[in-house]
T-cell receptor
Framework: QVQLVESGGGVVQPGRSLRLSCVAS????????MHWVRQAPGKGLEWVAV????????YYTDAVKGRFTISRDDSKNTLYLQMNSLRVEDTAVYYC??????????????WGQGTLATVSS | QSVLTQPPSVSGAPGQKITISCTGS?????????VHWYQQLPGAAPKLLIY???NRPSGVPDRFSGSRSGTSASLAITGLQGEDEADYYC????????????FGGGTKLTVL
């Protein structure tokens, strides 16, 4: 069965960095685009970033452009999110999610359990 | 402020039918982009409920259905059950934004 397991969250000070990981299993990882979606405490879902199935394209929400980098290592079935220059408003549970869509129809059929990143002084 | 507008809360008694609206604009739902719905139970990750506006993934009961009209989409739940108490989110693409994915603000469903 498809499983996505995130890790790497924790408590960091503003301006510092964190790298989140998401290990996929139960399917052919290299065939699917992958996303990061976050949810601030008590708030709704916010899309963060996407990487194409072949790594050829990456897109970000404006709030993280220039600070976050999404990447993937298909040899390890792992998705990453490098988060630099963290701000208090980046505090959230970060979910990785698989995208089965095509032709620009993005959606998420499997989600990880999430990892909490807390930015606080 | 979400690009897609959902009511903050809806409620219904067991066995009843409720609908959750998702109001967008001509640059997202009105442009014909597919709408997708997710259910998030308390303390859990979101789960895909409806994809491509009207389709249910395997395992999702047919009590859940999706539709679209103009610049809005709706999620209907019939035969309401206590286990349906959750947050529900709509999601689509918006051509006027640099981001590729937009979510509604979410709707809290309470089963009375």
């Amino acid at each position: 069965q498809v499983q996505l397991v995130e890790s790497g969250g924790g408590v960091v000070q503003p301006g510092r960095s964190l790298r989140l990981s998401c290990v996929a299993s139960g399917y052919t990882f290299r065939n699917y685009g992958m996303h990061w979606v976050r949810q601030a405490p008590g708030k709704g879902l916010e899309w963060v970033a996407v990487i194409w199935y072949d790594g050829s394209k990456r897109y970000y929400t404006d709030a993280v452009k220039g600070r976050f980098t999404i990447s993937r290592d298909d040899s390890k079935n792992t998705l990453y999110l490098q988060m630099n220059s963290l701000r208090v408003e980046d505090t959230a549970v970060y979910y990785c999610a698989r995208d089965p869509g095509d032709n620009g129809n993005f959606y998420f059929d499997y989600w990880g359990q999430g990892t909490l990143a807390t930015v606080s002084s | 402020q979400s690009v897609l507008t959902q009511p903050p809360s809806v409620s219904g008694a067991p066995g009843q039918k409720i609908t959750i609206s998702c109001t967008g604009s001509s640059s997202n739902i009105g442009a014909g982009y597919y709408v997708h719905w997710y259910q998030q139970l308390p303390g859990a990750a979101p789960k895909l409920l409806i994809y491509d506006t009207v389709n249910r993934p395997s395992g999702v009961p047919d009590r859940f259905s999706g539709s679209r009209s103009g610049t809005s989409a709706s999620l209907a739940i019939t035969g309401l059950q206590g286990e349906d108490e959750a947050d529900y989110y709509c999601q689509t693409h918006d051509s006027s934004l640099s981001g590729l994915v937009v979510f509604g603000g979410g709707t809290k469903l309470t089963v009375l």
